[in-house]
């Protein structure tokens, strides 16, 4: 698989993870900052959430990595959370707009 296949696949992955008190894929959210894939497909994913004292600091970004994990063909993965630059709205996509009622 090349990598821009790989990348693909991680995308269709992310976009089954949730926040559970947003109905909207955390892709769409614009919570991931970057997707990285490695030689031998490691896969380092740079990530934030909404807010510094969300709830599920702990469970989005491990199950980040179990879905990236069960993608045929990739090695590892490293999941890094950062708040810098700190998440606004405005980094979510038109699709996560318009469910939202943003737009």
């Known amino acids: 698989?090349?990598?821009e296949a790989l990348k693909e696949q991680i995308i269709l992955a992310l976009k089954g993870v949730?926040?559970?008190?947003?109905?909207?894929d955390v892709y769409?959210?614009?919570l991931i900052y970057d997707i990285k894939v490695f030689p031998v497909n490691n896969v380092?994913?740079?990530m934030t959430?909404?807010?510094p004292s969300c709830p599920s600091?702990?469970?989005?970004p491990?199950?980040?990595?179990e879905k990236v994990r069960a993608i045929e063909g990739?090695?590892?993965v490293s999941v890094e959370l950062t708040f810098d630059p700190p998440y606004s709205t405005e980094l979510m996509s038109e699709i996560a707009k318009l469910e939202l009622g943003f737009m």
């Open 74 to 76: 990739v090695n590892d």
């Open 1 to 3: 698989m090349t990598e």
């Open 28 to 30: 769409e959210l614009g």
């Open 57 to 60: 600091a702990g469970s989005i």
């Open 49 to 51: 959430l909404t807010s």
């Open 62 to 65: 491990a199950e980040i990595e």
């Open 18 to 24: 949730y926040d559970p008190e947003i109905p909207v």
């Open 44 to 46: 380092y994913i740079l």
